[in-house]
């Protein structure tokens, strides 16, 4: 089981970047079933939900990055990805994706599986 997510950076405030997350391995042999999540760690701050996808394509977002963060995913290649525009210097964490099959959910509780994370550094 193994969620590889890539992407990161480092940006100027104002710019943009997208991260990707590949599915790998038997228990995502039939990954369109999952909901998949962004997540993210701000050094001295918990973790806190980003965006997330539905099976059904349906998307959440967090207040602070709606409008600014798109998710999207390709279950013919197993990838989820997170395009994020208008980045500010509060953006700056580890990006973490995650995947659960029991069913849709904004809570990291939920998630079954998660990646290790890559880091986003957004200077102002």
């Known amino acids: 089981v193994q969620l590889q997510a890539c992407g990161g950076g480092l940006v100027q405030a104002g710019g943009s970047l997208r991260l990707s997350c590949a599915a790998s391995?038997?228990?995502?042999?039939?990954?369109?079933?999952?909901?998949m999540g962004w997540f993210r760690q701000a050094p001295g701050k918990e973790r806190e939900f980003v965006a997330a996808i539905s099976r059904s394509y349906t998307t959440y977002y967090a207040d602070s990055v709606k409008g600014r963060f798109t998710i999207s995913r390709d279950d013919a290649v197993k990838m989820v990805y997170l395009r994020m525009n208008s980045l500010k210097s509060e953006d700056t964490a580890v990006y973490y994706c995650a995947a659960t099959s029991g069913g849709t959910s904004l809570s990291q509780d939920r998630y079954n599986y998660w990646g290790q994370g890559t880091q986003v550094t957004v200077s102002s």
């Open positions: 391995g038997r228990t995502f042999t039939n990954y369109a079933l999952y909901t």
